[in-house]
């Protein structure tokens, strides 16, 4: 079964590296009060999730990120974003804000990505504060950890930043 | 003693599992939660022991696609619909399925569902190797 969409009927979006265009999908607005319902649904599950945005335009967690907020970009195609964006893997521990988490499902599957917003270091432990939109839901600010479990585990960790190694924790 | 079609349908229809099914930014981590999740597995089942429970899924699904109070916005039962769509698909006669993927491609702004019977609809297309 092919479950990739049809790139033919798409807008896209150009990659930085100008090699690549990526499909977006043409999903229809959600309801504010829908939005806010299903916040409500999430708070009641993590306590520490902050309401970020109930915007009912459409776009998701890529879109988010790459694309200004202004498409729904599906997340099958975030390792070639990441790639012709020019973005690296960093180690957790290297992390600041600005950096990307990647997210994975069981399956060992992208499954969600978001905007790391604060990185305090606490000893030899971190609190990552994140922003990301939730699907077709809100946007959420939230611990690394503490996002709704169909979204996966945060796994992979990415940077444009050129000379990261030598940047100070 | 077995849970009930009313009983399933309840759960499906909540906000909490819409809620859940809502955070997915790819059709392919949808299908894949849809394959693992607990409450879809038991209504596949169910219909699978109970075959006569295809028709009365199909009717539920038609009412759903029915009730949207704003069709300027997405379909408020997108993920009921998609995962009755999908149970349909996999346990009843093709052309339950069939007739279900046509009514959703017939309804405006559905999201997941649309993208499922678009595929419901391929397959049957495609002609089998003997």
Not at chain 1, 34 to 51: E, R, T
Not at chain 1, 85 to 93: F, H, Q, S, W
Not at chain 1, 109 to 138: R, T, Y
Not at chain 2, 84 to 103: G, P, R
């Amino acid at each position: 079964m092919v479950l990739l969409s049809d790139p033919s009927r798409k807008k896209t979006i150009r990659t930085r590296s100008g090699t690549r265009e990526i499909p977006c999908e043409d999903v229809p607005a959600s309801t504010i009060e829908k939005l806010q319902i299903d916040a409500q649904v999430f708070q009641s599950q993590i306590p520490d999730l902050i309401l970020r945005s109930v915007d009912p335009y459409p776009y998701n967690c890529v879109g988010m990120i790459f694309a200004s907020r202004r498409a729904w970009i599906e997340i099958d195609y975030i390792y070639e974003l990441l790639r012709a964006d020019n973005y690296k893997l960093v180690p957790r521990e290297r992390v600041i804000a600005g950096d990307l988490v990647l997210y994975k499902n069981q399956r060992d599957e992208p499954s969600h990505i978001g905007l790391i917003i604060a990185v305090d270091q606490l000893g030899a432990s971190q609190n990552i504060k994140v922003i990301s939109k939730w699907g077709l839901d809100a946007e959420f600010i939230h611990f690394i950890d503490k996002v709704n479990s169909n979204l996966g585990k945060p796994t992979e960790f990415y940077t444009d930043r050129e000379h990261h190694a030598h940047i100070p924790i | 003693m077995h849970t009930s079609l009313s009983d399933l349908t309840t759960v499906i229809e909540s906000i909490e599992f819409g809620a859940n099914l809502r955070v997915f930014s790819g059709f392919n981590s949808f299908y894949g939660a849809l394959r693992e999740n607990h409450t879809i597995n038991q209504l596949q089942q169910l219909l699978a022991d109970y075959p006569a429970e295809n028709e009365q899924l199909l009717l539920r699904l038609k009412t759903l696609l029915a009730q949207n109070d704003e069709p300027r916005y997405a379909h408020p039962h997108d993920v009921p619909i998609a995962s009755y769509l999908f149970v349909l698909s996999n346990v009843s006669h093709n052309e339950l399925a069939i007739e279900a993927a046509k009514k959703v491609l017939a309804t405006a702004n559905l999201i997941w569902a649309k993208r499922l019977a678009e595929i419901v609809l391929a397959e049957q297309t495609v002609p089998h190797e003997s």
